[in-house]
């Protein structure tokens, strides 16, 4: 898996209609995972972490609005976004999805330049750097789009890998990152990589961020793993 790509799950029972989707999201250059019933589902979403979750209602065995529920009450997949499709266009329907937990809901049938869109929309506000948009925490500025970070006016030089650790943590300062995290979202769940990798290339960013004397932003949490801020 492509560690700097968003993963997307898309949970739809009917093949044609989650080709589409499927094809669209890749064509759009999303990593894609498919569940065909709500208990696929919620399996997936445990062994992948998907930054989003496309949500059909309609889900044999396990309803859609029933794995909304579920993944909202849980610590650990609360932040996911989901957006709902639907063919329940009624207001009290889109009240109860969103309700339920739902970050977005779609009435079917629906266009697929406009679910793209808020596809997007929604990973703007939880994973910012995987659609090339600018971040900045105190003195530091990561530019997604370029490949560029400056701080404090000077810019910095940064591998690769140290780049894709200081977009991960810059998406969410003050969040304790253990050090499995790390390696799913840095260097992907395919590739097999020691934990101590993460603490050597933690002192390489750690070195990097401090190249012109700044000070170290960067937190080791005893036992938890690492924090910005």
Same mark, same amino acid.
């Given at each position: ?9 898309? @949970? ?30 919620? %399996? ?6 998907? &930054?989003?979750?496309? *949500? &059909?209602?309609? %889900? ?24 709902? *499709? ?16 739902? &970050? ?14 808020? @596809?997007?929309?929604? *990973? ?16 530091? @500025?990561? &530019? ?13 030089? *940064?591998? +690769? ?11 969410? +300062? ?18 097999? @990589? ?36």
């Amino acid at each position: 898996m492509a560690a700097d790509q968003p993963t997307v799950l898309v @949970v739809e029972d009917e093949p044609a209609q989650r080709e589409v989707l499927a094809y669209n999201l890749e064509a759009e250059g999303f990593l894609v995972s498919k569940a065909e019933n709500g208990e696929e589902a919620l %399996l997936l979403v445990d062994e992948l972490s998907p &930054d989003i979750i496309v *949500l &059909d209602w309609m %889900l044999p065995n396990v309803s859609g609005i029933e794995v909304c529920r579920r993944l909202k009450m849980r610590t650990d997949t609360r932040s996911v976004p989901i957006i709902m *499709l639907s063919a329940r266009g009624e207001e009290v329907d889109r009240v109860r999805g969103l309700e339920t937990g739902a &970050d977005d809901y779609v009435v079917k049938p629906y266009s697929v330049v406009e679910l793209m869109a808020r @596809v997007r929309t929604q *990973l703007r506000r939880t994973r910012p750097a995987t659609i090339g948009l600018k971040l900045e925490f105190e003195d530091i @500025v990561l &530019d997604a789009e370029t490949h560029r970070v400056i701080r404090d006016g000077q810019p910095l030089k *940064l591998g +690769p890998t140290e780049f894709r650790l200081l977009s991960t943590f810059m998406e969410k +300062p003050g969040r304790v990152w253990s050090r499995e995290q790390l390696l799913d979202r840095v260097w992907g769940r395919d590739i097999y @990589v020691d934990t101590r990798t993460v603490d050597v290339h933690i002192g390489r960013l750690r070195k990097a961020l401090c190249q012109h004397d700044g000070q170290d932003p960067i937190r080791t949490v005893r036992g938890a793993g690492y924090a910005l801020g």
